[in-house]
């Protein structure tokens, strides 16, 4: 990957928020849409970035720069350890 791949700002919430643990309903509830449209976004991403499974979209992600650090801000509002994240 070479980091080029531009993607909406609301996949890159989705992509972090799965790369910080959370399922496809924890990230519908955060981000306040249905659990099918994460489903539907996530599938979206595979196909993008040439994922075969959820581990390869995130490795696929890092790659690419679309990821920050795990233990830190999981959206643009508020930091949130990951530990706090794991523990819900």
Known sequence: MDGDIEIREADR????????G???ARVATELGVSHRTV???VQSLMSLLGARGRLALGARAQ???LL?????EVDGDHTTMLSQI???
């Open 86 to 88: 794991r523990r819900k």
């Open 63 to 65: 790659e690419a720069g």
């Open 39 to 41: 489903q539907r976004r």
């Open 13 to 20: 919430k989705i992509l972090r928020l799965l790369y910080s």
């Open 22 to 24: 959370l399922d496809d």
């Open 68 to 72: 920050y650090s795990p233990d830190r």
